[in-house]
């Protein structure tokens, strides 16, 4: 197959599972774990780079290229390893607690979930443009906080959901195995947290 | 009948649902069973709803705390 036709056909299988992810994410995840075409991130990390492109020059403007293309290098390598980091971790620990799968399907399970983030991430940078903060105590800040504070508490429940679905899919853990590694996993996530924050390299991980 | 095509797209499905097995968690089984149907399919209508229930609560709770982590939040991206 030539390299062009490749391209199509992960760019295919891509679309197929960001919508499937949105609308059935159950069958989604099922049909994820059982392919090994790891060329779909391709299009899930062009996604975070486009990402990372429109945060940086909103955050620091499009004055200064140099200063621009630094920041951007820096938060995406650190996107990266962030997901070949916890891809890892929640494979390892998967396993210890009993789970069976391949860390190719972990890989692609776990890159998906990164869609939640990436709307959050993409929606709050747009919020930061339309409506500046901070929020005031009068009726609408009131109101815009009410809805963005729904609207991040729904991006982190379709997370949670599709956390889930990576690891009882792509590891065949059940329910109680998955509560084992989440409670190993949660305090791992906060260190990581306040480490990515010390550093100046996240306010909010994107993980 | 293994040249059926019903038979070969049964068998596929039968193989498909069989990659993991039924889960169980005791006594609330019947529950799980109930909710979960929820986030298989269309699950953004459940998110949506939990989510502005949960973030209504939140605020009759903890009041203008609410804003100021809306604030906080908007500075995170």
Redesign the interface.
């Known amino acids: 197959m030539t390299y062009s036709l490749k391209l199509l056909k992960y760019f295919l299988l891509f679309t197929q599972n960001l919508l499937g992810v949105i609308n059935s994410p159950y069958r989604a995840f099922r049909r994820i774990s059982q392919t090994e075409e790891l060329g779909q991130l391709i299009f899930i990390f062009l996604l975070v780079a486009f990402y990372f492109a429109f945060g940086t020059s909103i955050r620091l403007g499009v004055g200064n290229p140099y200063l621009l293309s630094g920041e951007f290098n820096k938060l995406f390598s650190f996107a990266i390893l962030t997901f070949l980091l916890f891809s890892t971790l929640i494979y390892t620990l998967g396993t210890i607690f009993g789970g069976k799968g391949r860390i190719k399907s972990v890989l692609l399970g776990w890159s998906y979930t990164l869609l939640p983030t990436l709307v959050w991430f993409f929606i709050t940078s747009l919020i930061y443009i339309l409506f500046p903060p901070p929020r005031t105590l009068s009726f609408p800040g009131k109101a815009l906080s009410l809805v963005f504070i729904a609207f991040s508490l729904g991006m982190l429940f379709w997370k949670v959901v599709l956390y889930y679905l990576t690891l009882r899919f792509t590891l065949k853990l059940d329910l109680l195995r998955i509560l084992g590694v989440s409670t190993v996993l949660a305090p791992v996530i906060a260190i990581y947290g306040i480490i990515m924050y010390r550093l100046g390299i996240y306010r909010i991980p994107f993980i | 009948m293994k040249e059926d095509l019903y038979y070969r797209e049964l068998v596929k499905k039968m193989t498909?649902i069989a990659?993991?097995?039924p889960?169980?968690?005791g006594p609330f089984t019947p529950l799980?069973k109930r909710v979960t149907p929820y986030?298989?399919?269309?699950?953004?209508k459940v998110?949506?709803f939990?989510?502005?229930i949960?973030?209504?609560i939140?605020?009759l709770l903890f009041g203008?705390l609410?804003?100021?982590?809306?604030?906080i939040?908007?500075?995170?991206?």
Do not use: C, D, N
């Open positions: 498909e990659i993991v097995t889960q169980s968690v799980y986030f298989k399919e269309k699950p953004w998110l949506a939990s989510s502005f949960t973030s209504t939140l605020y203008s609410l804003v100021r982590l809306a604030s939040l908007q500075f995170g991206f």
